[in-house]
């Protein structure tokens, strides 16, 4: 298994990360996929409003064979940051097959990437950690 950081702007990763939903929901009829302009503005660096100020990271899980088996997003917004004076950074577009691997890994590297984006987020994650190892139950 392997994890790439992938460039929204590759037509190969970027196919990769926005069918994989598709196959793993194909057989749940309750799933409402979404229009696919839609998808395609969200991950447009150059197109949506979020990038203009905020910053995002786009994780792809391969398995052994090549075959995306799971993605996340990790998202770094600025302004809310800025204005609730804090250093947060959110998941977003979540899937995975039943491959607790591959999910602890999209994870590690979504972890890696905002403690690499933002020290701070790194230290409040610290402190998170270490106050709820504390916590009895």
Known sequence: ?????????GRRRLKQFLDLPFRIYRDIPQWAPPLDPDARLMLDRRRHPFYRHSDAAFFLALADDGNPIGRLAVLDP???????????????LFECEDDRAAAQGLFEAAFGWARASSPSIAAWAARRCCSARRTKA
């Open 1 to 9: 298994m392997n994890i790439l950081q992938i460039d929204t702007a």
């Open 78 to 92: 600025l302004r809310d940051n800025d204005y609730n004076k804090e250093r947060t950074a959110f998941y977003y």
